[in-house]
C-alpha cells in the first residue's frame, strides 16, 4: 500500500471560458472540474461517479491529456506530464490510453477493422515480429472478436462487437493505464456484462490499471476497487467499493444509492427513497462553500459560508461533508443530532432524481 502510485492527481482544474461580444470578452467560465485530488494504484480499479454533467468525462481527458488543465497537477508513474507538450506525450500515450463511450461514433466508418486497429502501431512506427496484420488478428481474438473480421467495417458489426473493437484498439500498444469512459452506457443491457467480464479479464490477463468512468452504480459496484463521488466539479467522497456501498457518508452519495432499483420487493421496502428537490446548479455559477447544499436535507448555515474539506473520517474512506453519515465516532454528535431531522426528511417532496 506504501508504493508509488501510478496516477496521482492533485487539484485538477479545468475551466472553459465563455466569451460575449464581437470582441469575445470573457464573462465567465465553466467549472467542468474544480479541483480533485485522488490516487490510483497500479493494477487497481478506481470507479469515478455521478450525474451528468458533473465532470467526469472532462476529468478523464485531462488525465488522457487530450484537454490541457486550467491548473493542479497530473503524475503518471513518477512523471509530472500537466503541461508535457505533445511531442514528449507521443511515447506516452503507449502507456494510458481511452475507451470512448460511443462504439458508434469513435470507429472512423471508412476504415477496416484492420486498419483501425492497426493504427496504433503505424501512428508510434512500431514493427511487431510477424507484421501488423498478425497482431492485430492476435488482438482481436484476444477480445473475442474473429481474427477473420480483418478487413470488415465498423457497419457490419453490432454495438458490443464495436465496442470490442475500440477495447482492441486501446489495447494494441499494452498500456498500462486504461481510462474507460462509460464503456458499456451505450450497450444493450444483455451484452453490458459481457464487456464489463471481459475488461476484468483482460486486466488480470495483462496487468492494467483501470479509471472507469460511469453512471451506472451496480456496473461500477462489480468492477471497482474504490469508489470516487463527484458533484459539480468536485470529489465529496472516495472510499473502497465495501464502505462506500455498506455504509456511504455523503447526503449525495446516500441519495445515489437509494436510486439504484432493487429487484426484490421485500427488499425494496426497507430502503426509503431519496428525492431531491431542485436542479442541479449551473457549473458556470455554482454555489458557494458546499455545493450539494441547496439540494441537501442536512444542509446548515455552515455549509453555505464554509467549503468542507475531503477528509479521512474511517480507513480509506474519505469524505467532504460538514455533517457527514455512518461516520464512527460521530453518534450521539452533531452530525447524528442533524440526521434524526433526515430520517424524516429521507424522502422529500418529489423533485428532480438523484440519477
Known sequence: MNEEPLLSVQGLEKHFPVTKGLLQRQVGAVRAVDGISFDVRKGETLGLVGESGCGKTTTGRLITRLIEPS?????????????????????????????????????????????IVGA????????????????????????????????????????????????????????????????????????QAQVVNLLEDLQGELDLT???????????????????????????????????????MHPYTNALLSAVPIPDPKRRKERERIRLQGDVPSPLN????????????KAQEICTQVEPPLETLAPGHQVACHFPENAPGLAGGLADGVSGGAASAGAVPAGTDPA
Open 71 to 115: 491548473a493542479g497537477k497530473i503524475v503518471y508513474a513518477g512523471q509530472d506530464i500537466t503541461h508535457m507538450s505533445q511531442g514528449r506525450l507521443r511515447p506516452l500515450r503507449r502507456d494510458v490510453q481511452m475507451i470512448f463511450q460511443d462504439p458508434y461514433s469513435s470507429l472512423n466508418p471508412r476504415h477496416t477493422v484492420g486498419a
Open 120 to 191: 496504433p502501431f503505424r501512428i508510434q512506427g512500431i514493427k511487431t515480429e510477424q507484421g501488423t496484420k498478425k497482431a492485430v488478428q492476435g488482438i482481436l481474438e484476444l477480445v473475442g472478436l474473429n481474427p477473420e473480421h480483418y478487413n470488415r467495417y465498423p457497419h457490419e458489426f453490432s454495438g458490443g462487437q464495436r465496442q470490442r473493437i475500440g477495447i482492441a484498439r486501446t489495447l494494441a500498444l499494452k498500456p498500462k493505464l486504461i481510462i474507460a469512459d462509460e464503456p458499456v452506457s451505450a450497450l444493450d443491457v444483455s451484452i
Open 210 to 248: 483501470y479509471v472507469v468512468i460511469a453512471h451506472d452504480l451496480s456496473v461500477v459496484r462489480h468492477i471497482s476497487d474504490r469508489v470516487a463521488v463527484m458533484y459539480l466539479g468536485k470529489i465529496v467522497e472516495i472510499a473502497d467499493r465495501k464502505g462506500l456501498y455498506e455504509s456511504p
Open 286 to 297: 455554482p454555489p458557494p462553500a458546499c455545493r450539494f447544499h441547496t439540494r441537501c436535507w
